[in-house]
C-alpha cells in the first residue's frame, strides 16, 4: 500500500502567486481530508470530501482558499492569492468508512 | 463542541523509563478516541484507538492507552521508553459518526540518554 500521497512535497514562492497542493488518497478510502498545521494554531481541519463530495468546508480560512475532488484517487487544495501568513505544513489524509485516518507527509509551503 | 487538551507542551524520559502522556477530552457522548505520533518532517502515524469495549487499549510500538470515562481521559503509556520513541504525540477526539477530528496541541517528548 502506497499511502496517501502528497506533492510537492516543498512549495515556496512569492505573495500573490497562486499554489496548488495536490493529493492522491489510499485506494478504496472513501473520505478524504485536508489539514494546516501552523505553530500557533496547531492542526486544523479545512475541509473533508465524502465519496467525492465536500461535506464540511467551515474549516476553510477564506475565499482564497479552494479545494476540489474531481474523482476518488486525487484532490487539490488552491490558495489564489497566497499570502505570507498561509505559510504552513499541509496535511491530506483519507479514510475508510468507520475506520482511523492515515495521513500524508505533508507539503511545507512558504510563502514569502 | 469536542475539545482536547494535552497540558504538557514537552515531556523529557530518560530511555527505558516508563512514561505517560495526559489527554483530557470534551464531548457529550462516548467519543472515539485517537493517538498519533509525528516525527520530524513526516506525517501523522496511528498509535492506537478507541471505538468502544475494552477500556485498555493496545496499539504499535509498545504504546497503550487506558480510556477512562469518570475522569474525560485518554492517557498514552509506554512502559519502556527508547530514544527512538523521540517525537510528537496528539491526542484527538472524533464525534461519533461526525467524521472529524479534533486534536490537542500535542507534547513533544525529548528522550535522554
Known amino acids: 500500500d502506497a499511502g496517501v500521497i502528497q506533492?510537492?512535497?516543498h512549495e515556496v514562492t512569492e505573495m500573490g502567486q497562486e499554489v496548488?497542493?495536490?493529493c492522491k488518497p489510499i485506494s478504496g478510502h472513501n473520505s478524504l481530508f485536508w489539514y494546516r498545521q501552523t505553530m500557533m494554531r496547531g492542526l486544523e481541519l479545512l475541509i473533508y470530501f465524502n465519496n467525492n463530495v465536500p461535506i464540511d468546508d467551515s474549516g476553510m480560512p477564506e475565499d482564497r482558499f479552494s479545494a476540489k475532488m474531481p474523482n476518488a484517487s486525487f484532490s487539490t487544495l488552491k490558495i489564489q492569492p497566497s499570502e505570507p501568513r498561509d505559510s504552513a505544513v499541509?496535511?491530506?489524509?483519507?479514510?475508510?468508512?468507520?475506520?482511523?485516518?492515515?495521513f500524508g507527509d505533508g507539503t511545507r509551503l512558504s510563502i514569502l | 463542541a469536542q475539545s482536547v487538551t494535552q497540558p504538557d507542551i514537552h515531556?523529557?524520559?530518560s530511555e527505558g523509563a516508563s512514561l505517560e502522556l495526559r489527554c483530557n477530552y470534551s464531548y457529550g457522548a462516548t467519543p472515539y478516541l485517537f493517538w498519533y505520533v509525528q516525527s520530524p518532517g513526516q506525517g501523522l502515524q496511528l498509535l492506537l484507538k478507541y471505538f468502544s469495549g475494552d477500556t485498555l487499549v493496545q496499539g504499535i510500538k509498545g504504546f497503550e492507552a487506558e480510556f477512562k470515562r469518570s475522569q474525560s481521559s485518554f492517557n498514552l503509556r509506554k512502559p519502556s521508553v527508547?530514544?527512538?520513541d523521540a517525537a510528537?504525540?496528539?491526542?484527538?477526539?472524533e464525534g461519533t459518526g461526525f467524521q472529524k477530528l479534533v486534536f490537542g496541541t500535542g507534547t513533544r517528548l525529548l528522550v535522554s540518554p
Open chain 2, 88 to 93: 510528537e504525540y496528539f491526542c484527538a477526539v
Open chain 1, 20 to 22: 496548488t497542493l495536490r
Open chain 1, 7 to 9: 506533492s510537492p512535497r
Open chain 2, 11 to 13: 515531556i523529557t524520559v
Open chain 2, 82 to 84: 527508547h530514544w527512538s
Open chain 1, 90 to 102: 499541509y496535511f491530506c489524509a483519507s479514510s475508510p468508512p468507520n475506520q482511523p485516518q492515515h
